[in-house]
């Protein structure tokens, strides 16, 4: 794993030697990335110069070091990711008459670009990457992302200067740009608790979606095409949905997995996996024990808040499988240690609390190993989250009635605060109450209020922020995936629509965002097999009734699982990967938020409207709402601003 950057003075305004001094400062702010080593790659006649840090991983020796060129010359690579079929792609290569120097994926990558042409080579890798190409012969630079948006990359083009990097800040380094709040972005970022792609915190910067390929020339706008798209997966999925049996399905699900995770536990290095006892991770971690000689090692933090605690589950299934388990309970001065770091770990707005102990659980399991497995993505390929049932359900029931008998129920809803809400949530039996009662009830207070179609539902039932216009001053809300209607001709099931909806928005610019920066932040390479491409295209060919049924999701991981593990080991309620934000605003985090939620200081930054943030602080503080959410987006963004903007 590791950090790029790089800068193409188009027009040659700058000095060679000026821009190759950027793009070192640009990489140096990514060590963290990769600590190993770093150096720069410099054409002087183009004016452009690429910036690498290395993470070693594979191939250990200066044969892996970056920026790499082709054998023949042509192209130079500086290259964040791993490539997992690269072993399978080399002898073709050599058979063409390409000469290698060591056995990292680097290589395969760049020969194939000059073999095969960069489309067609990033058409047939395997893994996760964010890729600058330059050709040298042709003066084009591209710029590639991974099909799902596990690697990030940023870029902008200022006057016919590009710029671009694994991480905001190496492009803060370039100080011929002057960083400006976008805050229609600022809106987005409100509503999400993330800035949804192609968008950034900054005017003019953009964040490279998933499965393209930008080109830049010498002249021109640079241009952007999909390799890949979720779309034409879901569209080929549908119209070819397998007509097996569970147990068939089963045993191929089980196969591939197999296989994705196999691939992904070659390494030079100590290798690990992240275990929560949750269904997604315990698969990984199973089917990692199934394929190693030796004990796996696993890792999970604990906390001592009730119903925060996933180690006991964890331990239970180490335990079952064998692994060398190491887990860590986390204190909450522990915990809290960890906000003031956040703005600078995420460069940008990012208030999902689950940061912190995805943090956690990194900086502990890199004291043991350099690369670490995580079950992120089940959810969303296999339908978990228990929003896609309760969002069917509710249309089922209300949808058909017309929209003031919506409105009615929904402010009988909101008349009930979420401290109320939560209080008549106590009477529900613990293994059936939903967590966190009061904020999801006022959300669905919103979804009925609202149009009924999947979009607008998904955009109530995930909002911090229902009206962030409203509280962002100048800011307006950009359009995205969630305004367009043919998805719901692309994707007709309502479930497998949200599922949709989560795979182009909330997984890469939530979750992936989430355990790259945390994992990074500490040097940690985390890979994802959930996610393997082929993965994706099988979950799509599945019927939906065998990704959920019943209100239960995912269930071939949890048929491929019961391969493994005995099925009481599974079954425990569904918890998220949190924190209890909402205690610690009104006890251990107030005198960080008191300064930074002060009306007198809102008022006269002037970017958000003083009075709704003052009022849901209040209530929040008297207990009379629960307003963790939402608050935590603007106490995230004020600190994010002190860090950044200042």
């Not at 095409?225 to 089963?250: H, K, M, N, P, Y």
């Not at 995770?261 to 690990?272: K, S, T, Y």
């Not at 971690?285 to 808040?305: D, H, K, N, T, Y």
């Not at 107030?590 to 006269?604: G, K, N």
Request: proline share 6%; with cysteine; glycine share 8%.
């Amino acid at each position: 794993m590791c950090g790029v950057a790089g800068v193409w003075d188009r027009r040659g305004k700058s000095p060679p030697a000026t821009v190759t001094a950027v793009v070192d400062a640009m990489a140096d702010t990514l060590r963290h990335r990769g600590p190993d080593e770093g150096a720069i790659f410099a054409d002087s006649g183009a004016c452009l110069a690429l910036g690498h840090r290395r993470l070693s991983i594979v191939e250990l020796s200066q044969a892996g070091a970056q920026p790499m060129s082709s054998s023949c010359g042509r192209f130079v690579i500086s290259y964040n990711g791993e490539v997992y079929n690269a072993a399978e792609l080399r002898p073709e290569l050599e058979a063409a008459g390409r000469r290698f120097r060591g056995y990292c994926d680097t290589e395969v990558i760049v020969e194939g670009a000059a073999v095969w042409g960069v489309e067609a080579t990033v058409r047939r890798l395997i893994g996760m990457f964010a890729i600058a190409l330059w050709d040298r012969r042709e003066r084009v630079l591209y710029l590639i992302r991974d099909r799902v948006g596990i690697k990030p990359l940023y870029w902008a083009n200022f006057d016919d200067r590009v710029l671009f990097g694994s991480e905001l800040k190496a492009l803060r380094a370039d100080r011929s740009w002057m960083p400006a709040l976008d805050r229609d972005s600022l809106a987005a970022y409100l509503r999400f608790g993330y800035v949804p792609a192609p968008h950034t915190i900054y005017s003019g910067v953009r964040k490279l979606p998933p499965g393209t390929i930008l080109t830049v020339r010498e002249r021109g706008v640079p241009k952007m095409t999909s390799f890949w798209s979720l779309a034409e997966v879901a569209r080929v999925g549908q119209s070819a949905r397998l007509d097996i049996s569970e147990e068939e399905a089963t045993t191929r699900l089980d196969t591939l997995l197999r296989d994705a995770i196999g691939r992904r536990m070659v390494a030079d290095v100590p290798l690990g996996a992240f275990l929560s006892g949750g269904i997604d991770s315990s698969t990984v971690v199973a089917l990692m024990q199934a394929q190693s000689p030796r004990p796996v090692r696993s890792f999970s933090i604990g906390f001592r808040e009730h119903g925060f605690d996933e180690a006991p589950y964890a331990a239970k299934v180490a335990r079952h499988l064998g692994t060398d388990h190491t887990e860590l309970y986390i204190s909450p001065d522990h915990a809290l240690s960890v906000i003031p770091h956040l703005a600078t770990i995420y460069d940008e707005p990012f208030a999902d609390s689950s940061q912190i102990p995805t943090f956690l659980v990194s900086e502990m399991t890199r004291r043991h190993v350099t690369v670490a497995l995580s079950g992120d993505g089940g959810d969303e390929l296999f339908g978990g989250y228990t929003r896609y049932f309760r969002g069917r359900m509710l249309w089922r029931l209300v949808g058909h009635l017309p929209q003031p008998v919506r409105g009615l129920a929904a402010a009988g809803a909101r008349a009930i605060s979420r401290s109320a809400c939560s209080a008549l949530a106590a009477a529900i039996p613990g293994p059936m109450r939903p967590a966190q009662f009061g904020p999801k009830m006022h959300k669905l207070a919103g979804v009925l209020g609202g149009e009924p179609e999947a979009g607008a539902l998904y955009r109530q039932m995930v909002a911090q922020w229902a009206g962030p216009e409203n509280t962002v001053i100048g800011g307006t809300e950009p359009e995205g995936p969630l305004d367009d209607r043919s998805i719901k001709e692309l994707v007709p099931d309502f479930i497998e629509r949200m599922q949709y909806l989560d795979m182009v928005t909330y997984l890469p610019d939530d979750i992936l965002t989430k355990v790259d920066r945390a994992s990074m932040a500490v040097s940690l390479e985390a890979r994802v097999p959930l996610l393997d491409h082929r993965v994706v295209a099988l979950s799509w060919m599945l019927p939906s009734a065998m990704k959920g049924a019943d209100g239960v999701g995912k269930r071939m991981l949890r048929r491929v699982l019961s391969r493994y593990i005995p099925r009481e080991l599974m079954e425990r309620p569904k918890m998220g990967f949190t924190v209890p934000i909402q205690d610690w605003l009104r006890g251990p985090l107030r005198p960080w938020a008191d300064p930074l939620l002060d009306e007198r200081r809102l008022a006269a930054e002037g970017i958000f409207h003083a009075a709704p943030v003052v009022k849901r602080w209040r209530e929040h503080l008297a207990g009379s709402n629960d307003w963790h959410d939402s608050l935590w987006a603007v106490l995230i963004f004020q600190a994010w601003k002190d860090c950044w903007l200042t």
